[in-house]
């Protein structure tokens, strides 16, 4: 049985992860690589009011606050998910693409206004 949050993400650093792979997911956020799954993203969601729209998603400002940080981009790069070219591009490695943060069902809200 595979331990949920193995890298021990703090609440801030999950939610921003989650954010990341829904963009790494839409396009015209980025572009893959460099390397072989790896993710470039260099487009990030403007605030629309107290939320941002992502893809199909729409997604509180509140839970998106990691993405505006250097600190937390710092973290996910020493946890080995991405590396960050702050505050152009962050790139999602294959281990931060693939990480289950166990709250896209959460923050991830399908809708649109």
Known sequence: MQRRNP???NPLQLRTLTVLQALAA???AGEPGPAEGEY???RFPGRHADHFHIGEFVVSGSDATGLFNEAVWNALARKG???SEWPAAMILTAEGLAYDSG???EILHR???
């Open 7 to 9: 890298l021990k993400l």
């Open 26 to 28: 839409t396009d015209g």
């Open 40 to 42: 470039t993203i260099r």
């Open 81 to 83: 998910l991405a590396r």
């Open 103 to 105: 709250l896209a069902g």
């Open 111 to 113: 809708g649109s206004h």
